[in-house]
C-alpha cells in the first residue's frame, strides 16, 4: 500500500479534538437551562475520538487514551442507577432528585442537582457504547 | 418500604451492571445471577404479601403525582407474573449452568438474561404506555443478543427476521402510542381509561384497540402474525428457547389483557369478537403445526400458539369466569412450557438431535426424566389433578357462560391434539427399542434433571393446591373486571 502523508490532517486534528471536546463538555453542563446533555455531550465527545481514529489509528488511540470502553459503559450504567436509587435510603420513591444552592469559590452561588449525577452516567453510557461500537467493527477482519 | 413495587426491576438492573464489569469470569457470573434472581423472587414474593393485605401497590417515580410522572402499578396479576418470571428464569439459569459451553457463558449470557428479567418485570409493573413500550424494547434487545449468542449459521439467518419483525412492530407500537395519545392526550394507563370513558367517540378508539392488537399480537403471536415465531424459536439452544417459549410471548398476551380490560371496553362487540376469533384461529393454527412436526422442539414451539390462543379466548368472552381462566392458565402455562422445553433440551442432549427418528426406548436409561416428562405431558393437557384443568375449565365455562358454542368446543378439541402431540414425543422417545445415542452431553442428564423437576414440583403443587391460589387470582382478576378499582388506585381520586 502507498504511504500516504497526513501531515496536514494530524496537525489540524491535534487543535480540532481539544475544541470540539470543549464544546461537548459544555454542551453536557448546558443541558439543565439550554439545550443538550448527557446524550448529545457523549455523542460529540465520542466524535472528537473518532476524528483521532481518522487521522491515527486504533493502537495511538488506544495508547493516549488506555479506556476499556465496555467498563465505561458498565460504570455509566451503575452511576446512573445508584443515583436513581438513592432515593431508597431516604424512603422516598425511585428517581427523586433533590438540588440546593451552594456557594463555591471560583463560581460564586450555584445550584446542584443530583440530576447531573444521573447524567455523567448518560454521558459515559453514551460514549462507551458508541466506541465500543466503532472499535470493533474497526477491529474485525 | 414505599419502593417496593420497584424491587423486581431494580435487582436484576444492579446485578446486570455490577456482571458487565467482569464478563469473563464464569463462576462469579453464575454466583451473582443466582443471588439477584432469587432476591427477586423473594421481592415478589413479599410484594404479593402487601398487595394481599393492602391492596393494590403503586409507587409514582421521581414523587411527580399520578397523571404527569410514571407510576409503577402493583396489582396481584403483575405481582403473581413477576414471580412466575423470576422462578422460571431462576430454573433456566441453573439449567444453563450445566448445558452451556464456557465459551458461550463468557459472551455476556448471564447479563442478557438479567436485562431480560429487567425488561419483563418492568412491562408487568409499568402504569404508563409509553413505559411500557420501554420495557419491551430493554428485554427484546436482551433478546436480540440471546438469539444471536453462539454465531451458527440458522442462527444468524433468523435473528435478522426476528429483528426485523420486532422493529417493525416496535414502530407500530410507537404509532399507536402516537394516535391514542393525539385522541386522549395522556400516557397514564389509569388516566387513559378515564378520558376514554369520557370521550364517548367509539370509532376513533375502536381503531386504536385494533392497532394495539396488531401490536401485541406480533409479539405475542396470534394467528396472522405468528408466521415469525416457529423459526425464530427453533434457532438458539434450549434454555434460551425455554426463557423465549416461556416469557416472551406472555407479555405479549398480557399487554392485550391489560389493554382491553382497561381501556378498549367499551365498544367490545366488534373489539373483542376479532380478539375471540383471532384467538380461535391460533388455536387451530398451532393445533395443525404441533400435529404435523416429528421435531421436538418444533412440536412444542406450535403448543406456545395453542396456549397463547387459549389465553386470549378466555380475555375476549370477559366474562369473570373466562378472565379468572385466562390468568389461571396463563401462570401455568408459563411454568409448564419452560420444564417441558428443559425436558425436551434433555433429550436432545442425549440423543444428538432433535428429531424424534433419532430417539426411543430412553426409558431404559432414564427413568426418571420419561416420568418426569409424562407428567408434564398430562399437566399441559389439563388432566384433573394437574395444573393445566382448573384454567381451561373455567375458560370453557366462561366461553359457555357467554352463551357461545364453538369456542369453547374448539378448546376442548385442541386439548385432545395438544395431549395426541406431547404424547407423541413420549411414545416414540421413551418407549420402543433403545438406539445408538450420539449426543455428547448425555452424562450431565440427571444434573439436567433437577430444575426441570423443581419446575414440575411447582406445576403440581400449583394444581393440587388451586384452592389455595384460587383467592390469589380472583384478586388478580379484580381490576380487569373493574377497571375502576385501578383507577382510583392509581389517580387516587
Redesign the interface.
Known amino acids: 500500500m502507498r504511504k500516504t502523508n497526513d501531515l496536514i490532517l494530524q496537525t489540524v486534528t491535534k487543535v480540532i479534538s481539544f475544541i470540539i471536546i470543549l464544546f461537548s463538555i459544555h454542551l453536557f453542563f448546558a443541558g439543565h437551562y439550554t439545550p443538550g446533555g448527557g446524550f448529545i455531550g457523549g455523542l460529540m465527545t465520542a466524535a472528537a475520538l473518532v476524528l483521532l481514529l481518522l487521522a491515527y489509528d486504533i493502537k495511538t488511540l488506544d495508547n493516549i487514551l488506555p479506556f476499556d470502553y ?2 465505561m ?3 455509566g ?2 452511576i446512573a ?1 445508584l443515583t436513581a ?1 438513592g ?2 435510603l431516604f ?7 433533590a438540588y440546593d444552592y451552594f456557594d463555591l469559590p471560583l463560581l460564586g452561588e450555584t445550584s446542584l442537582h443530583t440530576a447531573v449525577l444521573f447524567d455523567i452516567g448518560v454521558y459515559m453510557v453514551v460514549i462507551g457504547i458508541t466506541m465500543t461500537i466503532i472499535q470493533t467493527i474497526g477491529e474485525s477482519e | ?3 417496593l413495587p ?1 424491587l423486581p426491576i ?1 435487582i436484576p ?2 446485578a446486570g ?2 456482571l ?2 467482569f ?1 469473563k469470569r464464569i463462576k462469579a457470573q453464575r454466583t451473582i445471577s443466582i443471588i439477584s434472581t432469587v432476591a427477586t423472587i423473594a421481592a415478589a414474593v413479599v410484594l404479593i404479601a402487601e398487595i394481599r393485605q393492602n391492596g393494590i401497590q403503586t ?5 411527580w403525582p399520578a397523571p404527569f410522572g410514571i407510576p409503577l402499578v402493583s396489582d396481584m396479576l403483575s405481582a403473581l407474573l413477576v414471580l412466575t418470571t423470576g422462578i422460571v428464569t431462576l430454573a433456566v439459569i441453573w439449567y444453563s449452568i450445566y448445558y452451556l459451553e464456557d465459551e458461550y457463558e463468557r459472551y455476556f449470557y448471564y447479563i442478557a438474561v438479567q436485562f431480560l428479567m429487567v425488561g419483563l418485570n418492568g412491562a408487568f409493573t409499568t402504569g404508563d404506555i409509553f413505559n411500557m413500550f420501554v420495557f419491551f424494547e430493554v428485554f427484546l434487545i436482551s433478546s436480540y443478543l440471546l438469539i444471536v449468542l453462539g454465531g451458527k449459521k440458522a442462527q444468524l439467518r433468523e435473528s435478522v427476521k426476528y429483528v426485523l419483525i420486532n422493529v417493525i412492530s416496535s414502530a407500530l407500537f410507537v404509532s399507536a402510542v402516537a394516535y391514542l395519545y393525539g385522541v386522549v392526550g395522556t400516557l397514564n394507563m389509569a388516566d387513559i381509561s378515564v378520558k376514554i370513558a369520557e370521550l364517548n367517540d367509539p370509532g376513533i378508539i375502536t381503531v386504536i384497540a385494533i392497532f394495539f392488537l396488531l401490536v401485541f399480537g406480533l409479539k405475542g403471536a396470534i394467528f396472522p402474525l405468528y408466521f415469525w415465531l416457529p423459526g425464530s424459536y427453533h434457532a438458539p439452544p434450549i434454555p434460551v428457547l425455554a426463557l423465549f417459549g416461556a416469557l416472551l410471548t406472555k407479555v405479549g398476551v398480557y399487554a392485550i389483557m391489560r389493554t382491553y380490560t382497561l381501556f378498549f371496553y367499551h365498544d367490545t362487540g366488534y373489539t373483542h369478537m376479532i380478539l375471540g376469533v383471532l384467538a380461535l384461529l391460533s388455536i387451530v393454527i398451532g393445533s395443525i403445526g404441533a400435529l404435523a412436526y416429528r421435531d421436538v422442539k418444533m412440536i412444542i414451539i406450535y403448543n406456545i400458539i395453542i396456549a397463547v390462543g387459549v389465553i386470549l379466548y378466555g380475555v375476549a368472552v370477559m366474562t369473570p369466569d373466562g378472565l379468572e381462566g385466562a390468568v389461571f392458565y396463563l401462570l401455568h402455562d408459563m411454568i409448564i412450557k419452560t420444564a417441558l422445553f428443559l425436558l425436551v433440551g434433555i433429550m436432545m442432549a442425549i440423543a444428538g438431535s432433535s428429531h424424534l427418528k433419532s430417539m426411543g426406548g430412553m426409558i431404559k436409561d432414564y427413568p426418571l426424566i420419561g416420568w418426569t416428562y409424562f407428567v408434564a405431558t398430562l399437566s399441559l393437557a389439563g388432566i384433573p389433578p394437574l395444573s393445566g384443568f382448573i384454567g381451561k375449565l373455567l375458560i370453557v365455562r366462561g366461553g359457555f357462560g357467554a352463551g357461545e358454542m364453538i369456542g369453547p368446543l374448539i378448546i376442548l378439541g385442541s386439548s385432545l391434539i395438544v395431549l395426541y402431540s406431547a404424547m407423541k414425543i413420549f411414545t416414540n422417545g421413551f418407549w420402543g427399542t433403545p438406539k445408538e445415542y450420539t449426543g455428547a452431553k448425555a452424562h450431565l442428564a440427571s444434573r439436567l434433571w433437577i430444575p426441570a423437576a423443581v419446575l414440575m414440583v411447582i406445576a403440581i403443587s400449583y394444581g393440587v393446591g388451586a384452592e389455595a391460589v384460587r383467592p390469589f387470582i380472583t384478586q388478580a382478576v379484580e381490576p380487569l373486571i373493574d377497571p375502576a378499582i385501578y383507577i382510583e388506585a392509581v389517580l387516587k381520586e
Open positions: 465496555k467498563l459503559t458498565a460504570a450504567l451503575l442507577v436509587a432515593s431508597l424512603n422516598v420513591p425511585f428517581f427523586t432528585h | 418500604m414505599i419502593n420497584l431494580l438492573l444492579l451492571v455490577i458487565m464489569f464478563p409507587l409514582n417515580l421521581g414523587s
